[in-house]
């Protein structure tokens, strides 16, 4: 069955991520990404940091290696670091939350690989799985609850922001290397419909 592409309009939100959460928080975003951890993660982010965006929607990121870590471990993982923080399973219209996999390390694509573990976070804490990673890998994964597409200049430099047009992707990483006051990090737009299914700030 062939495709067809209408124009449209998709509201996005702007957000960042950072190796080292900036302080003070950057302002003009209205969510990120916060590192909860992984086996290839560079830095899991501390709970100072993780204070310091409190007030933002927050999508948890766990950046595992595929191809050599158990999925199933891997997957333990994520959800003991989200029942740790108290991250709710579903937002309060009842909707299942997103968390996501950074998936730019180890093997890939390694579709069989996200799948166990995907799966198998989602049967522990009934939350949808969002997929990360470069043009060149991301489209052989399977997309589950949507792809978040690295898609900047090489090398690394502020880009226009854009959502990369392609079914089921939900965010883009348009810049990286940003200098802030207080540290780097790199910009993203999220559609409105993620920002509301991810880690929302106490009311």
């Known amino acids: ?60 990121v766990w950046v595992p290696t595929p191809g050599s870590e158990d999925p199933a471990k891997a997957a333990s993982g994520f959800a003991e670091w989200l029942r740790g923080h108290h991250v709710p399973p579903v937002n309060r219209y009842g909707e299942h939350m997103r968390v996501m996999w950074d998936l730019e390390t180890g093997k890939e694509p390694d579709p069989q690989w996200l799948k166990r573990a995907a799966d198998h976070l989602q049967k522990q804490t009934g939350m949808w799985n969002v997929v990360y990673g470069s043009i060149s890998t991301l489209f052989g994964q399977p997309a589950r609850s949507g792809y978040i597409v690295a898609n900047f200049p090489s090398p690394p430099a502020v880009g226009q922001a854009h959502l990369y047009q392609r079914p089921n992707v939900v965010g883009t990483q348009y810049s990286a290397e940003v200098p802030v006051p207080g540290g780097v990090i790199d910009e993203n737009v999220f559609t409105a419909e993620l920002v509301h299914q991810i880690w929302q700030p106490a009311r």
């Open 1 to 60: 069955m062939a495709q067809l592409w209408l124009r449209g309009f998709v509201r996005v939100i702007k957000a960042f991520d950072a190796e080292h959460c900036p302080d003070p928080v950057p302002t003009g975003y209205g969510a990120c990404m916060v590192y909860a951890g992984g086996s290839s993660a560079a830095h899991e982010w501390t709970s100072s940091e993780l204070a310091l965006v409190k007030h933002l929607p927050r999508l948890p």
